[in-house]
């Protein structure tokens, strides 16, 4: 067991006792199943495959690289993805992807047991899914050693904190299949419906400019560089003669119009007015993105559109995708004595009580300019 590995001190404390109450119960159903068949273990031979990211959007999209290439490991197989809901229009028209099933709680779990999976698997170590999988009667169950519940897994790939998101969901591949060479690459697709949205929405940007979009939001308040500098920052793009695009959820709205009003008005603000398939059209569509740390910059560069990404708390290394060949992804950070802390639940003492933490507050307008001025090509 790794619950060293958790980060966070209540999730580490709430993971070994959910392990430790687990255990005796997981052990119990598996005495109860012990006339179960083995797994199947030849790739050719399995016929479907789970894989369950139930977490953030970002982390969804990071997961298109590990599905993509299951599909070549297990080339018989469907392989269906359980995430959840606000997450499962990203993955619709994937061609890798047979069924994508949105996870509600433990009411899905009469669903995913009558799908009969051979396989799955849970990328994120989480003790909690890892449960879900074992109760789902799914005979092989591949996933890290990470915060409890290996004794529930049939397969335990070593977790190793130093790789990035990316190399982890490869080391799995590696694992299922050592000869394979996965490319590591993210993708995403269009639909109808978000190129209506996107369309739509550019009838407000004057014809013949190139669009930059500017996402000032993200899940985590840590993670934010403040909207105010997001707007003097779409001020400087619209100046240079680019439309300036400021986009979020509807969460993320008074953020939006706190930077469009620092913009001087100089934005078109969408705040709230796209669905997540509406946003990866719109992206698709944009010359380039700056973004904080967020979903919006996995999903522009899960779909080739060159990305500044903002970070504060976070180490790049940790969360920055594997790019295509020719893909462009400028990461913007000030390098401090206590980079990078990776701490965005619970920030550092000296952080606590401010607007945002001291990473952040640090990286200048021009600095986050200069680097997204070598995207924008007029």
């Not at 297990?74 to 949105?102: H, Q, T, W, Y």
């Not at 490319?183 to 739509?200: M, N």
């Not at 000032?216 to 840590?222: D, E, H």
């Not at 986009?247 to 669905?275: F, I, M, P, Q």
Request: proline share 6%; glycine share 8%.
């Amino acid at each position: 067991m790794s619950i060293r590995e958790v980060r966070n001190d209540r999730d580490r404390f709430l993971a070994a006792a959910a392990d430790i109450v687990l255990r005796p119960l997981a052990f119990l159903l598996g005495a109860i199943r012990g006339g179960e068949k083995p797994p199947v273990t030849a790739p050719q031979d399995v016929k479907n495959v789970l894989v369950m990211r139930v977490d953030n959007i970002g982390d969804v999209v990071m997961a298109t690289a590990l599905i993509h290439e299951l599909k070549k490991v297990f080339r018989n197989a469907r392989v269906d993805a359980l995430v959840r809901p606000e997450a499962a229009a990203l993955l619709k028209n994937d061609p890798s992807i047979g069924n994508v099933i949105a996870f509600d709680g433990y009411r899905c779990l009469p669903k995913v047991r009558a799908n009969g999976y051979d396989v799955a698997i849970e990328p994120r170590g989480d003790i909690r899914y890892i449960f879900f999988l074992f109760l789902a009667g799914i005979k092989r169950r591949v996933g890290f050693d990470r915060a409890g519940g290996a004794y529930m897994l049939t397969d335990v790939v070593q977790f190793d904190l130093s790789m990035s998101v990316t190399e982890r969901n490869m080391a799995i591949v590696k694992y299922l299949d050592k000869d394979a060479r996965p490319d590591g690459y993210t993708g995403l697709f269009e639909t109808d419906k978000g190129k209506s949205e996107a369309e739509e929405l550019f009838r407000e940007v004057p014809a013949g400019k190139k669009v930059i979009g500017i996402f000032p939001g993200s899940k985590f308040a840590s993670k934010e560089w403040p909207a105010e500098k997001f707007g003097a920052l779409a001020a400087k793009i619209s100046d240079d003669g680019f439309a300036a695009v400021i986009c979020g959820s509807v969460s993320d709205a008074g953020k939006c119009e706190k930077a469009c009003g620092a913009s001087g008005w100089k934005a078109v603000n969408c705040a709230g007015r796209l669905s997540l398939e509406g946003l990866v059209s719109l992206i698709k569509r944009c010359e380039c993105v700056v973004a904080n740390d967020s979903a919006p910059a996995h999903i522009a560069e899960a779909l080739g559109v060159p990305a500044a990404v903002i970070y504060g708390p976070m180490d790049p290394g940790i969360v920055k995708p594997r790019l295509k060949p020719g893909a462009k992804h400028i990461a913007v950070f000030k390098r401090l004595p206590c980079s990078f802390c990776n701490s965005i639940k619970v920030l550092p003492a000296k952080c606590r009580g401010k607007a945002s933490p001291e990473c952040l507050e640090e990286i200048g307008i021009d600095d986050v300019y200069s680097s997204l001025r070598g995207l924008m090509t007029k």
